[in-house]
T-cell receptor, first 112, second 115 residues
Framework: AQSVAQPEDQVNVAEGNPLTVKCTYSVSGNPYLFWYVQYPNRGLQFLLKYITGDNLVKGSYGFEAEFNKSQTSFHLKKPSALVSDSALYFCAVRDKGNDMRFGAGTRLTVKP | GAGVSQTPSNKVTEKGKYVELRCDPISGHTALYWYRQSLGQGPEFLIYFQGTGAADDSGLPNDRFFAVRPEGSVSTLKIQRTERGDSAVYLC?????????????FGPGTRLTVL
């Protein structure tokens, strides 16, 4: 069965600095990988996904993620963090089945 | 148009009671999913509907949980004989069916508290 791991519960960065939120996955076939963001009292919002092709995927709000098959990773990145990026971030994986498996989440705090 | 809506936003009930949680998906989305999110955890898959039928209910924790989608649009998650361990945020999501890597659009969730 597929699974993802988000090794960091919390990531703190200063505004303007680059940020990375880590995700590794385990799946038997070719993975479909997703990043979602959750703001307080709001539903999960889709940021980006990797299906196939270019390993660098660009998404909403200036975020991007790099698929690395050899390291089974799909880290979320942004070149310059904003205070408004502070939220809970979830990595998710889906194979050919119907269910999507989410990581436990990483809380990103961007300080002014 | 409107996004996924869920009602109620909060539900407090007593142990042993029956509850119903409603999800109204995005118009035209034939795929509908229910997830449960406990504190400090990511969403956990419960059940997937393709149209009116439950195509995959492998995530339902036990037979106290049941979901329906009689007309292929609105879905209701039903929990019988609620237990304190059922307390969580219940999330609903919808998507276009094919391809199956379409992103899912989530509602704001229903926070269920079982006293």
């Amino acid at each position: 069965a597929q699974s993802v791991a988000q090794p960091e519960d919390q990531v703190n960065v200063a505004e303007g600095n680059p940020l990375t939120v880590k995700c590794t996955y385990s799946v038997s076939g070719n993975p479909y990988l997703f990043w979602y963001v959750q703001y307080p009292n709001r539903g999960l919002q889709f940021l980006l996904k990797y299906i196939t092709g270019d390993n660098l995927v660009k998404g909403s709000y200036g975020f991007e993620a790099e698929f690395n098959k050899s390291q089974t990773s799909f880290h979320l990145k942004k070149p310059s963090a904003l205070v408004s990026d502070s939220a809970l971030y979830f990595c998710a994986v889906r194979d050919k089945g119907n269910d999507m498996r989410f990581g436990a989440g990483t809380r990103l705090t961007v300080k002014p | 148009g409107a996004g996924v809506s869920q009602t109620p936003s909060n539900k407090v009930t007593e142990k042993g009671k029956y509850v119903e949680l409603r999800c109204d998906p995005i118009s035209g989305h034939t795929a509908l999913y229910w997830y449960r999110q406990s504190l400090g955890q990511g969403p956990e898959f419960l059940i997937y509907f393709q149209g009116t039928g439950a195509a995959d209910d492998s995530g339902l924790p036990n037979d106290r949980f049941f979901a329906v989608r009689p007309e292929g649009s609105v879905s209701t998650l039903k929990i019988q004989r609620t237990e304190r361990g059922d307390s969580a945020v219940y999330l609903c999501a919808s998507s276009r069916s094919l391809p199956n890597y379409n992103e899912q659009f989530f509602g704001p969730g229903t926070r269920l508290t079982v006293l």
